[in-house]
């Protein structure tokens, strides 16, 4: 199951859309006004689907506006197909297009394609288990309570949370985290996952565990 936001003035459509995308097990929240689309509210979806003719805003204006936090496909729908038109989609940051009026057949068929590709590495945000990495201001978040993690403790977060499900050694986390010519001890992975955990559990959060006699792995329990 993914979780989808469409923006469509066309309550209609919306609906349709809607409908088409459940069948398929999918999350589906929308909304009528792209002016009032918050970028931080988008940074929680696995693919977005944009009306390119809105009024106030349209959908190339808040593609751009949204892209910088956004890492997610970015599909436009549109009754615009001239070349030039979807040349300025793709140069604000959209990954493909759909020309209305579509079939419900292509728009599930292009959704489902563009979820299946979607292992692409994030740059700009992921959320794991329910915690929040802002990859750019290298800082993790539970919902609105930011997460004191020192340098080192981020970095090993992020990257446990970027590679769930894998199980990684004190001496390779190390390596990954810190650099093969880093000075200092592997021995010292134990203590940071200490104190990282300790952090989460205020939070509600335990999502890294320990696999005996090897290392450690973030749970991939919320990834579909």
């Not at 809607?18 to 009032?36: I, N, P």
């Not at 563009?114 to 292992?119: A, D, E, G, S, V």
Request: glycine share 8%; proline share 4%.
């Amino acid at each position: 199951m993914a979780k989808i936001f469409v923006v469509d003035d066309d309550r209609d459509m919306l609906n349709l859309i809607q409908m088409a995308l459940r069948k398929d097990g999918h999350q589906v929240d929308v909304e009528t006004d792209a002016a009032a689309v918050e970028s931080a509210r988008c940074r929680q979806y696995d693919l977005i689907l944009l009306d390119v003719m809105m009024p106030k805003e349209d959908g190339f204006s808040l593609c751009r506006r949204i892209r910088e936090q956004v890492d997610c496909p970015i599909l436009f729908l549109t009754a615009k197909a001239e070349e030039a038109d979807v040349v300025q989609g793709f140069g604000m940051g959209g990954d493909d297009y759909i020309k209305k009026p579509f079939s419900i057949a292509e728009l599930r068929a292009r959704v489902g394609a563009h979820l299946r590709r979607q292992k692409r590495q994030p740059t700009h945000t992921l959320t794991r288990n329910g915690v929040h990495f802002d990859m750019q201001a290298k800082s993790a978040s539970v919902g609105e309570t930011p997460i004191a993690f020192t340098k080192g403790e981020y970095a090993i977060c992020e990257y446990l949370a970027l590679h769930a499900g894998q199980v990684f050694t004190k001496e390779q986390l190390y390596d990954r985290v810190f650099g093969f010519d880093a000075e200092g001890d592997p021995a010292t992975i134990a203590e940071h996952i200490k104190n990282i955990r300790a952090k989460l559990k205020r939070t509600g959060q335990s999502p890294i565990e320990t696999v005996w006699g090897v290392g450690y792995k973030w749970t991939r329990n919320d990834i579909p």
